[in-house]
């Protein structure tokens, strides 16, 4: 069993950065890909970002890339989405994911099989 919690959000003015963490605990997830995913007011839960066990492999969704980068540290079991220059539309709450494969990663979220309760990001024009 896996407990994630994640930590970091909150209210940013447009332009503005934040810096995510999801500790993970109960089990390592040192060799389990992690994402970050997100989910706005009456939208449907949408892909961010993920990042293979040995951080070779990393994947953003388009609207995002450029601007965030997930990183990891096995070490501490905890993995990060760094954002910059963040925009209104970047609102939304925020989870974290594991799957059960190291070296593959999804886009969906069924492939993913523990979660975080999620934080709220605010971005204001």
């Known amino acids: 069993q896996v407990q994630l919690v994640e930590s970091g959000g909150g209210l940013v003015q447009a332009g503005g950065s934040l810096r995510l963490s999801c500790a993970a605990s109960g089990r390592t997830v040192s060799r389990s890909t992690m994402a970050w995913f997100r989910q706005a007011p009456g939208k449907e839960r949408e892909f961010v970002a993920a990042?293979?066990?040995?951080?070779?492999?990393?994947d953003y969704a388009d609207s995002v890339k450029g601007r965030f980068t997930i990183s990891r540290d096995n070490a501490k079991n905890t993995v990060y989405l760094q954002m910059n220059s963040l925009k209104p539309e970047d609102t939304a709450v925020y989870y974290c994911a594991a799957h059960p494969s190291g070296s593959y990663y999804s886009r969906r979220s069924a492939a993913y099989d523990y979660w975080g309760q999620g934080t709220q990001v605010t971005v204001s024009s």
């Open positions: 990042i293979t066990w040995s951080s070779v492999n990393t």
